[in-house]
């Protein structure tokens, strides 16, 4: 390995790449999107909905004093149900965010000190805005009786087919796709200005004279390194135009970085591939689709099958880190065997690319 030598031939690239449209537009185009994500998506919270399904076998002031606990903070729709196991099922198919069932003479027995049951239905993955009924439900039934412990509340969690979408909760949509934008732009460089920049060289046949003055691990060790540095580059820009800040930027930094190296290996792999870059550019986007496929799933309901092929990949990890920098507790966790994952598929990028470049040597 020659220092110098590989300084000049990055040196050179990054001249070149920066005069080359296709890898502008590899570069520009998810810096373009997460823009569009920013504006798409913004930081307000709008007032929290809920919708409570209920049934009361009788009369009962209980709905109104639970709106009047919940103030303006959250909006109420209530859904009466013809019986309690219509609440059971709306919960079931996940089209209430709680459900409640009061017993008859339930507001007779509040006023005489009786402690009847009210049925409360909750999701088996608690969402907030079900949540912050059900506080209600209490200081509303105080309000009621004006005594304390005024009913045995019996709350059951109902099982849903429907996965929660509490990521969305966490990290909130602007963030959730910018930072996706972010691994695009990373698939991007790596997998299609990186190639493009090596195919050239075999194109133009310009390779075989830097063989003469360099090896080839120094030729490859230069074209990473532009590649990681118009990958830093970029992924910088476009947090900065979006305002996009992890909460823990160490690790967000880490999980790019260690991303990108991946990537990048397996893109000068790719690069061998193609004799042109015209065939690069026509190929590269099928190659690339179900190389960062994976990232934009992270979090979403999928089937279990495909989830455990997913955990084996490493833009699935690396999203799984990133999504996790963005707050200040994990959602995910085993950041380590994350890392574990991103790490053996680098290390098989590099390994198979020094065998290529061994026996092209040979």
Do not use: C
Not at 349 to 359: K, N, P, S
Request: proline share 5%; hydrophobic share 55%; aromatic share 8%.
């Amino acid at each position: 390995m020659h220092p110098r030598m590989i300084q000049s031939i990055f040196k050179k690239d990054l001249k070149d790449a920066i005069r080359d449209s296709r890898v502008l537009v590899a570069i520009l185009v998810p810096i373009a999107i997460g823009v569009l994500y920013n504006f798409m998506f913004n930081d307000t919270t709008p007032t929290p909905s809920a919708t409570v399904a209920w049934y009361a076998d009788g009369a009962t002031r209980l709905l109104d004093t639970i709106q009047t606990a919940s103030g303006d903070s959250v909006k109420l729709t209530f859904d009466q149900k013809p019986s309690a196991d219509a609440v059971r099922t709306t919960m079931e198919d996940k089209d209430a965010d709680i459900g409640i069932v009061v017993p008859a003479n339930f507001d007779a027995q509040i006023a005489q000190g009786a402690t009847p049951r009210l049925t409360v239905f909750l999701p088996e993955t608690s969402n907030f805005a079900g949540n912050y009924v059900a506080a209600a439900i209490d200081p509303a039934i105080r309000g009621m009786a004006g005594q304390q412990d005024p009913a045995r509340i019996e709350v059951s969690r109902v099982a849903s087919d429907t996965a929660s979408d509490a990521i969305f909760d966490q990290v909130g949509l602007r963030r959730y796709f910018v930072l996706f934008a972010v691994i695009l732009e990373i698939g991007m460089i790596a997998m299609l200005a990186v190639p493009i920049i090596l195919t050239e060289e075999v194109e133009k046949r310009t390779m075989e004279a830097l063989v003469l003055v360099a090896s080839y691990v120094d030729i490859v060790i230069a074209k990473a390194l532009v590649g990681l540095a118009y990958s830093v580059v970029a992924t910088v820009l476009l947090l900065a135009v979006t305002r996009v800040v992890p909460e823990r930027m160490v690790l967000f930094a880490l999980a790019a970085l260690a991303l990108g190296i991946t990537m990048i290996g397996f893109g000068l792999l790719l690069g061998g591939l193609f004799k042109s870059a015209n065939q690069l550019n026509t190929w590269g986007g099928v190659v690339l689709l179900p190389v960062v496929a994976p990232a934009f799933v992270v979090g979403l309901p999928i089937p279990g099958w495909l989830q455990t092929i997913f955990d084996f990949l490493p833009t699935s990890q690396a999203a799984r880190v990133m999504l996790d920098s963005m707050m200040n507790q994990s959602y995910f966790g085993q950041t380590w065997l994350s890392f574990i994952v991103i790490i053996i598929w680098a290390l098989a990028a590099y390994a198979l690319l020094v065998y290529r470049l061994a026996h092209r040597e040979a």
